[in-house]
């Protein structure tokens, strides 16, 4: 028996709940932190090829748009990383997992990321 019910997939109408933002965002910014260590490794090795070389990182480093990568980048494994620690926290049984527990502690992964971000903001530039 074949049950005729309307299938919503247009996603800007679906509420998720605080929780499932903060897994969506962790996951994201998992998958950012990776493909950027490979840059992060280029310009690692550029700047230890030679004093030229060095000097060019410097520069490149030095560029207001690398600035904004490199904050960006700062940000999403900052995030990445204080959401692991929630993680392993719930994962320990650290703290108890109920939908209270989770609402609370997803609150405070975004209110630290967002202290963070204006903190390594001040630092970078």
Not at 52 to 79: G, M, R
Not at 96 to 109: D, P
């Amino acid at each position: 028996m074949k049950k005729q019910r309307p299938i919503n997939l247009n996603l800007s109408t679906i509420y998720f709940p605080l929780t499932a933002v903060t897994s969506i965002l962790h996951r994201i910014s998992g998958i950012i932190t990776f493909f950027s260590i490979g840059a992060l490794l280029w310009l690692l090795g550029l700047s230890l090829s030679s004093p030229q070389n060095f000097l060019h990182a410097c520069a490149i480093i030095d560029n207001f748009y690398f600035k904004f990568i490199a904050w960006a980048l700062v940000n999403t494994l900052s995030f990445h990383f204080i959401g692991g620690i929630r993680h392993l926290i719930m994962d320990f049984g650290i703290i108890r997992t109920t939908v209270n527990t989770g609402n609370i502690s997803s609150k405070l992964v975004l209110g630290s990321a967002i202290l963070f971000v204006i903190f390594s903001g001040v630092l970078i530039w």
